[in-house]
């Protein structure tokens, strides 16, 4: 597709998510956004949902692995799904975002299976329906190695890795720790794309992150998919993530969801993956949706360096030339998500490029 130029600044903004980072806008532009965000929090409050997602409907059955790490008896949770036209033999991994679960790839699995795709989607530790450690160091190490001891448990010895958002860094990760379990590397809207701490964005605690992650609501979560992830576009079916994340904060596991929320904030500020892009080996597909502008710490940074985070368009073309061999495809009018934006046009480009 064509490239765009972003023409837009950020502006430090406290949100309800760990990384966020939004653009100005002129008064008029405000207005509707403010008028927009009115409208989509109108909705009933978001129902209650347990520690580990029970109660939350799965597009899928549930399965569980079952492994110790860290002195620790976990289980992670994961959907296997069968290819449901006529099975191609390969395999797709899909590994979700910081602020989603495995069950927001639901049309990525359907479109996949149709295409005779085996598909998995694990839940990583720490989030959605896996446990829940108190006592656990994160890293994007440990969640490629779980992952991978996921897929060696299920006789899957290479893969498609799929990664959105925060689960483009661990797809990353994964491709460098484990290359001869990776056919082929894409990531969707990745953040990491920059290095936020080196950028001179002050570092927060994990108490401080804590703190923050205690105070995130059904509303805030709302307003904010609506302006960074939707372009102030929402339709029905975007409430069922929303739903199913302030679930888990409104819950009785909302002291263990906010603390795990907490350390990984810490794992995606601290453990950037962009200065090892040069080393992948495998072939990588970039699909980046240009409107996207997610930046992780940017409303603790001061406006002068905020400004200059969060360019997708930049970012995806700098990655793509930093990746050797990469191929980009961009998607200038969407945001951050664009396989729940426009879906259509999202999986075509997918499927293309699975198949180049």
């Avoid at 701490?197 to 570092?203: E, F, K, L, N, T």
């Avoid at 995606?268 to 080996?281: G, I, N």
Wanted: proline share 7%; net charge positive.
């Amino acid at each position: 597709m064509k490239p765009v130029a972003a023409g837009l600044t950020l502006a430090a903004l406290t949100l309800p998510c760990a990384y966020a980072a939004q653009p100005t806008a002129t008064a008029a532009t405000t207005q509707a956004t403010t008028q927009a965000t009115t409208q989509a929090t109108a909705a009933a409050p978001a129902p209650t949902y347990g520690a580990q997602l029970e109660g939350f409907d799965y597009p899928h059955p549930i399965q569980r692995f079952k492994l110790n790490s860290q002195q620790q008896a976990l289980e992670m949770a994961y959907m296997d799904i069968a290819p449901k036209g006529k099975a191609n033999g390969r395999t797709a991994v899909l590994l979700h975002g910081k602020n989603f679960c495995g069950a927001t790839w639901q049309e990525t699995i359907r479109v996949l299976s149709e295409q005779g795709w085996r598909v998995i989607a694990p839940d990583q530790i720490g989030f959605c329906a896996s446990s829940k450690p108190k006592g656990y160091q994160f890293s994007f190490g440990q969640l490629a190695a779980n992952t991978h001891a996921l897929l060696q448990s299920l006789g899957i010895q290479q893969a498609t890795v799929i990664g959105h958002s925060m689960g483009g860094m661990l797809a990353t990760r994964f491709a460098l720790n484990h290359p001869q379990a990776v056919s082929q590397l894409v990531m969707v809207n990745p953040i990491g794309l920059e290095d936020w701490q080196a950028a001179g964005v002050p570092y927060a605690t994990i108490d401080q992150l804590y703190q923050g992650e205690l105070k995130t609501s059904f509303e805030g979560i709302k307003a904010y998919q609506l302006r960074f992830y939707y372009n102030g576009l929402w339709k029905p079916e975007y409430d069922r993530w929303v739903h199913m994340q302030a679930g888990l904060y409104a819950g009785p596991g909302r002291e263990s969801v906010a603390w795990n929320q907490a350390q990984t904030s810490d794992m995606v500020f601290t453990q950037p993956v962009v200065h090892e892009f040069a080393q992948l080996k495998v072939p990588t597909l970039l699909l980046i949706g240009g409107k996207d502008r997610t930046a992780p710490g940017a409303a603790r940074a001061p406006k002068a360096i905020a400004d200059k985070l969060g360019n997708y368009p930049a970012l995806g073309r700098a990655a793509a030339k930093a990746i050797p061999g990469a191929q980009l495809v961009e998607f200038p009018a969407l945001g951050h998500s664009p396989q729940v934006e426009s879906p259509k046009e999202f999986h075509e480009a997918l499927l293309r490029g699975l198949k180049s």
